[in-house]
């Protein structure tokens, strides 16, 4: 399909014209809002949660230090209404009501800024990440269709690594259950008055819950970076390692009786990912500066399941310019940013003969324009096209070229009337398009899958006090041609299993999330949330059935608090509810049970030296962590992890 260049030029042409007229607009002088301490970068420049009409939740360096959490899917479990899918060998993360098998594709991951989700449908790997490189976790609950198009649907989490502005380092030792040990350390320092360099790596090994489940993963980043008044530069390359054995899935049967059982004795995934990744930003004008971001990553993917080995490739050039203005008004802030997202990406599938490359292009403006020093409105769009260059040894032996387009818009206000109140409301288009391996099977006569498109509404509240903060929010999501696998669906001509994927019927989600944190004393600290989720299909066979893998009622409470001079205890309780098993779209079965994970954690901090003893799942509680339905063949089931102890100590220097 072709671009229209007419409507993308009007809308960057109207918008970029509040940056000239903005500054010269007068307004009664009145306070403006206090700053906020948290800078995010999830808006894709430099702001604060408060200040951008959305739902951002920030956890910082602080708050996963005091958790005593070892990895980063332990810290973002219960998170933001976060709901985990772990098949034992990945997880997948689900926001605003989306099954475990359509997770991966309507949740976007970010590792400062860049994409991480593939080409195809397996999950962005997360042990790739280890908790040391992290300062903040950034979590926008929602669509950001205009922001990062494609995939960022149901909400966007921004894993923000360490930058080498200090100098010193760290390093961690931990073992504990499962055989598990772990080696974790940093360094950073100055090359002169300019540069200064980041190196970090980690090694972990253990042999998990599940029987033949052991890994052995490894990971190692360098960074480089330069910086001065008016420019910014750094480059960075990265390898990472992860060798994990396939326990595979358990009957009902075998669950109940013994939830650690394999019969597996031989399967196994092993992945091996090198990136790199460089990018420059200059301040062009006091008010205007110009960014670029230029990655690349290379994945081998090797595994041997049902019997069959198998070698996987994928790689990914991305390219990211864009123009960053900022202005001070007698309004308030005026913020713009507007660029480009170009990729190429390339996936080989040798068990499959198959070949796919997929190219992406988009232009996308956003704008926060002040019309008091209280009340702003958020305004942008995005346009998108892709292409697909598929060949399938069964489906598509001769090769097909596919394209699709489509577009986002966003409209959204923010209210701050006091330093202690802020309210929005917020309108934004999303969509994603199918992966290559969904392309590549689809019923007989459909030659390419139409994009998933959807709106997203939400209204929310906050209100921040020096000792509390309280955030309120309600939203609807309305999804139209939403890409599944539907095994009822006919196989495709030359086909090798039942089923295919589909443009699905309509849906919609409805939901609801509060979030209180309370510090009570300098030395107890309390937080509560809670989020209510009503997904279900509004048209076609399934109307009026629940969606599956999602919880209506998901909760976390937690508690810190300082036990003696350099002691303190962390204990939190994760809460979900019951629902149907992926894929019992039809509502068929029966509900998997409710349940309660507890975790515990008591850290030590002196002077330089911290430890922590962490206990996840403290009363061991037996869980299906990852389950699908199987009909009349009965389903499949995957152990949640059992009691886990971590012992770890670090020094800084």
Request: one cysteine or more; aromatic letters at 10%.
């Amino acid at each position: 399909m072709g671009t229209n260049p007419t409507k993308i030029a009007l809308l960057m042409s109207s918008l970029c014209s509040f940056s000239l007229i903005a500054p010269a607009m007068a307004a009664n002088d009145t306070s403006t809002a206090k700053v906020d301490e948290h800078v995010v970068v999830i808006g894709r420049s430099d702001n604060t949660p408060l200040n951008i009409a959305a739902n951002v939740n920030v956890i910082d360096a602080a708050a996963i230090e005091m958790s005593g959490a070892t990895s980063v899917t332990e810290v973002l479990r219960g998170q933001s209404g976060i709901q985990l899918s772990d098949n034992n060998i990945g997880t997948s993360f689900a926001m605003r009501g989306f099954s475990a098998s359509t997770a991966v594709n309507n949740t976007l991951i970010l590792l400062d800024g860049r994409r991480l989700n593939n080409i195809d449908i397996a999950a962005p790997s997360l042990n790739a990440i280890p908790l040391n490189q992290v300062e903040r976790i950034e979590i926008l609950s929602g669509s950001a269709g205009v922001l990062y198009g494609d995939q960022a649907v149901g909400g966007v989490i921004n894993i923000v690594t360490k930058s080498p502005e200090n100098t010193g380092g760290s390093m961690q030792l931990s073992g504990g259950s499962f055989d598990t040990y772990e080696g974790r350390g940093d360094i950073s320092g100055a090359i002169n008055k300019d540069w200064r360099y980041f190196l970090t790596g980690s090694y972990n090994q253990g042999d998990n819950y599940r029987e033949h489940n052991a890994n052995e993963t490894g990971s190692i980043l360098g960074r480089i970076q330069y910086k001065t008044a008016t420019d910014s530069f750094f480059v960075e390359t990265s390898y990472y390692d992860d060798d994990r054995e396939n326990p595979g899935s358990l009957t009902k049967a075998q669950f109940k009786a013994d939830p650690r059982h394999s019969d597996n004795t031989q399967e196994y995934i092993h992945e091996m990912t090198t990136a790199a990744r460089t990018g420059y930003q200059h301040q062009l004008t006091q008010h205007w500066a110009l960014a670029a971001d230029v990655d690349y990553s290379d994945t081998l993917v090797s595994s041997l399941n049902w019997g069959a080995n198998s070698q996987n490739t994928r790689s990914m050039l991305m390219f990211s310019p864009k123009a960053i203005a900022n202005y001070t008004t007698q309004q308030g802030e005026l913020n713009l940013v507007t660029g480009l997202d170009i990729s190429r990406g390339k996936a080989d599938f040798d068990s499959m003969q198959r070949s796919n490359v997929q190219q992406t292009q988009s232009a996308y403006v956003h704008a926060t324009v002040p019309l008091s020093p209280t009340l702003s409105y958020v305004v942008g769009g995005r346009y998108a096209w892709i292409q697909d260059e598929l060949k399938d040894g069964q489906v598509y032996p001769l090769g097909i070229d596919l394209d699709e387009d489509a577009h986002a818009f966003e409209l959204g206000l923010n209210y701050r009337p006091s330093a202690e109140h802020r309210l929005y409301l917020r309108v934004d288009d999303n969509f994603r398009f199918a992966k290559v391996d969904e392309q590549a099977y689809t019923p007989k006569d459909v030659f390419g899958l139409k994009p998933q498109t959807g709106r997203s509404y939400e209204a929310g509240w906050d209100w921040t006090l020096t000792s509390q903060t309280l955030r309120v929010s309600l939203y609807r999501l309305d999804l139209e041609d939403e890409i599944v696998f539907d095994p009822s669906a006919p196989m495709p001509e030359g086909g090798s299993f039942q089923g295919a994927n589909v443009n699905a019927d309509a849906s919609r989600r409805y939901g609801a999330s509060a979030d209180w944190d309370w510090q009570i004393t300098q030395a107890l600290q309390l937080g509560l949330e809670y989020n209510y989720t009503d997904a279900e299909f509004t048209d076609g066979l399934n109307d009026g059935k629940q969606l599956s893998w999602v919880a209506e009622h998901t909760g976390r409470g937690y508690l810190s608090m300082d036990i003696a001079e350099h002691f303190q205890v962390f204990a939190e309780a994760i809460y979900t509810g019951d629902r149907f098993i992926e894929g019992d779209n039809g509502n068929e079965g029966d509900k998997l049970a409710s349940y309660v994970l507890s975790n515990l954690a008591l850290n030590y901090t002196r002077d330089a030296w911290l430890a922590s003893l962490r206990i996840d799942n403290l009363f061991d509680k037996d869980y299906v962590s990852s389950g699908y339905y199987g009909g009349a063949w009965g389903d499949s089931y995957y152990s949640g992890r059992g009691r886990d102890v971590r012992f770890t100590v670090g020094y800084r220097f």
